[in-house]
């Protein structure tokens, strides 16, 4: 394949993790190994493998991934001072992960090399030397992260290029100039890159921490200036306030500066990669994100959406398709009007100034401001739209449920639960015992009704999602629900909203199940 002009290398599994509340299981690294694969991530950092079984295992499996074009880094420091690099543990550790490429960091700062390791500059300059030519002479690919590099070429910037001139000499692929402490500005950093000047190295790349906020800048302006690598992590993870964000640096190159990027050929799925990362995090993805973000693409109502229907291209800086994101008009007037009528569509043609149209809008309205969002769940909008054409025939009435979770020393907690419901004029009483209330809840809801309703027995839940929408609240916040249904052909999703979990999951799992009943039942 032909080389591109800039190479993109991800650390989300390496500094990412470095990030408050960014863990991830060896599950969840390979997936998203697979997934930056598929988007056409040149480059990812594992890991460093003599950090933990984990991480050991990590380089172990993802070999039977059979990426197409990602290549897997393993990371780890130069030899300890005094030693010899094919002697050294951790430099053994590197090679054993067996990966194509490997990332090795050593000081660039003078002051780390003394304070820090403890040893003499010139030995540090033999610890990067003897470090690089070893790996190189086992067929790896080197690269080098320079750490404290631009704080070390404040400092002393003669030694700062004599370790860059070092690694260069030893045979190192790529130099890369980390600003570890994130206090670089752009302008310094891209002042310096221009005095190493172009050719004089090994290929420049670039490693920014967000600490002044100008993380992205930095890297895209050092690019300009020279730098074909560049370093950070999906969504902006990372130590104190994050790594540069690879979601706005990778469009800001392939559609502002037209750089060639491989993964520039897969842009639109930049938004679904942005999320998945998120969702094995488990982490709320923050809406404002620039190109990816929730909001980075919506408008509120008034002349501003008027504009946006007319000429798109007046108010939006790019298309928001490009990078897999869509535009959000939010709810108003006008452009709720026109979205119920699009979804009334399937019961008949309705008209925008009519009765029912100004009903639902409103009804959309209040149930947005409690916290409802029913853009992912069409089933619970086409629940509220039948009760407003009167069309809607619920499966069942509630009478009660009672819900008791118990757990011993030695067993998981389990969920009993009893339910009685009113069907068809008759009372059925159904139990069951399950993993938690939501699984308990299902399944008595199936125990009492299929024996009458058989169709039951065809729809099942399979996912389950929950977010927290006022967090200060803290154990009073109010929940959101997400459920998604399936009967094996197609999936629907339900909300549910309420301070109590068990009230917001058992809304959802009801709207859930009249949706099938009242569409795929009753209709048919
Ligand atoms: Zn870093």
Known sequence: MPKSEIAIFDTTLRDGTQGTGINFTLKDKLEIA????????????????????????????????????????????????????????????????????????????????EKVIGTTLEENLNMISDSVSHLKSEGREVIFDLEHFFDGYAANREYAEKVLRTATDAGADCLVLCDTNGGTLPQTAVKIVEDL????????????????????????????????????????????????????????LALKMKKDIYCGQNLKDLTKLSRFTAEKANIIPEKNQAYVGETAFSHKAGQHTDVIIKAEYLMEHID??????????????????????????????????????????NTLKQKEMEGYEYEAAEASFDV????????????????????????????????????????????HMGAAVGEGPVDTLNASIRDALIPSFPFLKNIHLTDYRVRVLNPEEATAAKVRVFITFTDGKTDWDSVGVSENIIEASWEALIDAINFYYNNDVLEE
Not at 75 to 103: M, W, Y
Not at 402 to 414: A, F, G, N, R, V
């Open 384 to 427: 509220i739209m039948r009760k407003a054409l009167d069309r809607f025939t619920p499966l069942f009435e509630l009478q009660n449920y009672h819900l008791e979770s118990y757990k011993t020393m030695t067993s998981k907690s389990k969920t009993v639960g009893r339910l009685f419901l009113n069907a068809g004029g008759i009372e």
């Open 34 to 113: 697979e997934m930056l694969d598929s988007f056409g991530i040149d480059y990812i950092e594992g890991g460093f493998p003599l950090a933990s079984e984990r991480e050991t295992a990590f380089f172990k499996e993802v070999r039977s991934l059979n990426l197409k074009h990602s290549k897997i880094c393993s990371f780890g420091s130069t030899r300890k001072p005094g030693g010899k690099a094919s002697h050294d543990a951790h430099i053994n550790a590197l090679l054993q992960a067996e990966t194509p490429t490997v990332v090795i960091v050593g000081k660039a700062w003078d002051a780390h090399a």
């Open 197 to 252: 000047g172009r050719g004089n190295y090994a290929p420049l790349g670039i490693h920014f921490h967000n600490d002044t906020g100008c993380a992205v800048a930095a890297s895209i302006q050092c690019i300009d200036s020279g730098a074909v690598h560049v370093q950070g992590t999906i969504n902006g993870w990372g130590e104190r306030v994050g790594n540069a964000n690879l979601c706005a640096i990778i469009p800001n």
């Open 320 to 361: 928001s398709s490009l990078v897999g994101n869509s535009r959000r008009i939010l709810l108003s007037e006008l452009a709720g009007k026109s979205t119920i009528v699009r979804k009334l569509a399937k019961y008949g043609e309705f008209d925008k100034n009519s009765e029912i149209v100004a009903q639902l809008t």
